[in-house]
């Protein structure tokens, strides 16, 4: 590194310091290959390359703070699920509600799986936007690699992103012969298959296929009947038709169907007792001890197809996605989670979106390249229909979601300008009906937002780079659809501030790091009616993300890798006036037993109250090291650790998730050709007890506990 660029490194630093004070498609993105060089076997001199800004560039040239993980990085880290992500990723808090995944970036998030709610994090599979996210849609065989851009970024891709995105990227179809089966069983009788294929069916064709199996018996005991619940049973298939009849001129076409069969999300324990208990009552006391009067079913299917179409002018790309993309869920649960009979659920949830989005990319070549794009989706959800015991509910909303943006960044000596807006428009139409009678008939509601992007980076080199920027993002309104209001949800806006540095000396080390502000405006928050216990949504006045972010990459040697991060997060309601919460009523009169009374819901002001699944303090640290063998094999052993402070699932900070600690090991048998592996892993080895979600009812508080121990064997091949 030249004495120049550690000047500025001390000066970039001072700056830092002072202002951080304050579907699953089935596409590949044809041409963009993802190169991950962070693990162990990799070489040391590789770049991770990343597609955050719509073209192939270094993840050390990029001024947005973003994680990133290869193929090989996440087998080697044992990285299999949207959850794992979390113990990896500086800022990245993924929890779940019900089966849905919940992803929170720096305090920013959705609890809600209301119909129609898009979330404040986006996830996009090979460009496409998924509208609908439950955990398997992270275990594909052929992923390539994933990202987390955190922030917002609406002015690069198609469906509004207000708090980070999610870009996960499969192997495209090739014109060579390539392939990947694994095998794996554990513990619970976990077992799993994996497989994919890809190659030529002409000069002008190729051919990608995958299939994905995945079950196990469940870890929660039903002490009512003494047997294990919350039995998983998922699998997927996926196809794409890469077509390249020019040089110029490129499709790929594809289908994917995946079904999901899993009750665990929603197969709560109550804590602190419940409404009605008596010594005579199952009393479950076990962490994994359930004792519901109905067992769970949660099952669910989405499929669908795209078409990605690129045309290079030379110097100029331009690229039509079209995606449709339908999702189904049902359920059926003890919703108010306790042995007593009161109140059960039947949830039948229908999303069908169509979307179509353009692009049109400049080359690289130049000071000046940009991206111009245009979205539109049209997206019906509702319940279809969700009874509460004998009450039936029919609600459907129509979103149309119109769109441009532009994004582009001017080179100006050592350095960079971008500069972004985006154009958005939202417009829904609700229709509900209670037991058959309409009661709302056709309520409309239309949002418009426009949201710039600026960043100013200094880029003497390529090891080191400093920026700041300035952002905005928005999240749509929209209708609850179990409330019968004609009176929508309003927007939740973010204002977004952020100072950053990537430095990276020899490819042996590299640091990243970044500070933020996130101010929100109409934050729009989960709550329970009282009555029904179906999730509703309504705003609160604003919130504040602050804090920073370090991830390091350390390369000792060759075949030694180590990965470490940290991050802190200050997130807090500003104003929150008459915000719904559930307490404990007053005990019971001896010799009752003293939690059988239930909760009460209360409103209350949770103004300064620390924001929901948002700890203060996240650490991770990985490490794997590949000792090569005589006769060309090689063993590769990895430990990951993470560690989290604690956090609340509440808005008035009661229902609390205590610090916790996973760690997980591997140990991977290459045998000599680097075709056929053997592994043995471990995941959460210390059997750390945590949640995946934690709520309140007028019964009981509900929690739903996360895996414990795991460990297993695999097996796999590569050609």
Known sequence: MSMTTLRSFSACSAVAIMVGGCSSAAIAQTGIATQMGSTADDAATDDIIVTAQKRSERLQDVPISISAFGNKQLQTQGITSSSDLTQVTPGLNVTENSSFVVPFIRGVGSTAIVPGEVGSVSTYIDGVYVPVNVGAIYELANVQSIQILKGPQGTLFGRNTAGGAILITTQPPGFDWTGKLSASYGNFNDRSAH????????????????????????????????????????????????????????????????????????????????????????????????????????????????????????????????????????????????????????????????????????????????????????????????FVNTARIDSRVNTRVA????????????????????YNIDKDVYIGKLNGATLVDHARKKWTSVTPRAVIAYHPDSSFLAYASFSKGFKSGLFNQTSFSSTPINPERITAYEVGLKLQMDRSFTLNGAAFLYDTTGLQVQTQNPVTNLQVLVNAASARSKGFELDTTIRPLSNFTVNAGVSYLDAEYRSFPSAQAFIPNAPAIPPAIPNSTGNQSISIDAGGNRAVRSPKWTFNLSAAYTIEMANGGSIIPSVNLFRTSSYFFDVINRLRQNSYEIVNAQIQWRLPGNRISLSLYGKNLTDATYLRSFSSTAFTDRAVVGTPRTYGVRIGYEF
């Open 403 to 422: 769109a441009i943006f532009a994004n582009g960044t001017y080179k100006l000596g050592d350095f960079e300008l971008t500069g972004g807006i985006r």
């Open 195 to 386: 497989g994919y294929v890809n190659g030529p069916l002409s000069d002008t064709v190729a051919v990608s296929v995958l299939g994905d199996y995945t079950a196990h018996d469940g870890y929660l005991h039903d002490i009512i009947g003494n047997r294990r619940a919350g039995q998983r049973e998922n699998y997927s298939g996926r196809a794409a038709l890469l077509f390249k009849p020019t040089d110029r001129l490129t499709f790929t076409l594809g289908a994917d169907y995946f079904f999901f069969d899993d009750a665990s999300g929603i197969l709560a324990q109550p804590r602190n007792g419940y409404l009605g208990q008596t010594t005579a009552t199952p009393n479950p006391t076990g962490p994994y001890d359930i004792a519901l009067s109905t067992a769970g079913v949660a099952k669910g299917k989405q499929y669908g197809g795209s078409i990605r179409a690129e045309y290079d002018f030379g110097g100029l790309k331009l690229v039509s996605i079209t995606a449709k993309r339908f999702n189904r869920y049902r359920n059926n649960y003890d919703s108010d989670g306790t042995p007593i009979n009161r109140q059960i659920i039947k949830d039948n949830e229908m999303v069908k979106t169509f979307s179509q989005e353009f692009q049109l990319v400049s080359s690289d070549s130049g000071p000046f390249n940009w991206v111009l794009g245009g979205f539109y989706s049209d997206q019906n959800a509702g319940y279809d229909p969700v």
